[in-house]
């Protein structure tokens, strides 16, 4: 009896040791944010007449990061910005400072030819252009009969209720993953005065949002991409996660998920049983 509560006391304390590690895992995946980083830049000083003038794997730059755990995972991407054969695009991957190799995932592998024997088959029948009208046809209806129904969905009390809580916690996802640190530099011309000034025109559109961040001059003359931006910024899983519960466990999203489900013929249907009761209702009266 001993030897037994001794083994279950042992399987108690690996269970606790396995849960207080589960329990540390999901606590580090939730709560530490996964910050990402990225800089590209297109490198036209002179400019030139030509629309397309630029060699895309000398002037064109990308560099992207991803950290996690204080760099525990990394990974990271970058394109262009070489000369010679180096490769367009390189990938790397370090778990612990170990750079991880990639080619023994990437390869692929060469298919082993098999012989197959011809059998003769049945030849296929070719569709008329009639047919293939008619196919086209019925399906754009039943897209509109779709779009019809989602609108008048949409336009229901419980859908307009449903329309806010998704704008406000779509924007509260998109806040959370945009990045909080980004700017953009250099100069950027269109070969034409008046599509040039257009650069100006957006500048002023999007001033409230990109003050202080964006500064672009132009070029009125020649077709110029001078060009250098970089962005930094952080993803915490546990807003994500606290965002989609609260739009998942919402009662008029989970209703409009499933008006939505039915189709058309739900609202149909329920128009003809409405049609009916009115009839019934006035012959009775």
Request: proline share 4%.
């Amino acid at each position: 009896m001993a030897v037994f509560l001794t083994v279950l006391k042992v399987l108690g304390i690996v269970l606790l040791i396995l849960a207080g590690l589960l329990l540390i895992i999901m606590l580090l995946v939730l709560f530490v944010p996964i910050r990402y980083s990225f800089s590209g830049s297109i490198d036209d000083p002179e400019g030139s007449s030509e629309v397309l003038h630029l060699d895309l794997k000398k002037d064109v730059a990308f560099e992207g990061s991803v950290r996690w755990l204080l760099g525990v995972f990394y990974g990271g991407l970058s394109a262009g910005g070489k000369d010679g054969d180096d490769e367009f695009i390189r990938v790397e991957v370090r778990i612990l400072g170990k750079k991880v190799p990639l080619d023994r995932f990437l390869r692929k592998k060469e298919p082993e030819e098999e012989k197959k024997e011809e059998k003769p088959g049945e030849p296929e029948k070719k569709k008329t252009l009639d047919q293939k009208l008619e196919e086209m046809l019925n399906r754009i209806e039943k897209l509109y009969n779709r779009l019809q129904d989602v609108f008048h969905v949409l336009q229901s009390e419980c859908g307009t209720r449903a329309r806010a809580v998704l704008f406000f916690r779509l924007r509260q996802i998109v806040r959370n993953v945009m990045p909080r640190e980004y700017g953009l530099t250099g100069v950027l011309g269109l070969g034409d005065p008046a599509r040039s000034a257009q650069v100006f025109a957006v500048q002023g559109y999007l001033y409230p949002i990109t003050a202080g961040h964006v500064a672009v001059g132009t070029d009125f003359e020649l077709y110029r991409y001078d060009l250098h931006g970089a962005a930094q910024g952080r993803i915490c899983l546990f807003s994500l996660a606290y965002d989609g519960i609260r739009i998942l466990l919402n009662r008029d999203v989970r209703r409009l998920i499933t008006r939505l489900r039915r189709g058309p013929g739900h609202r149909s249907g329920k128009s003809q049983k409405t049609q009916e009761k009115g009839k019934t209702s006035s012959a009775a009266a």
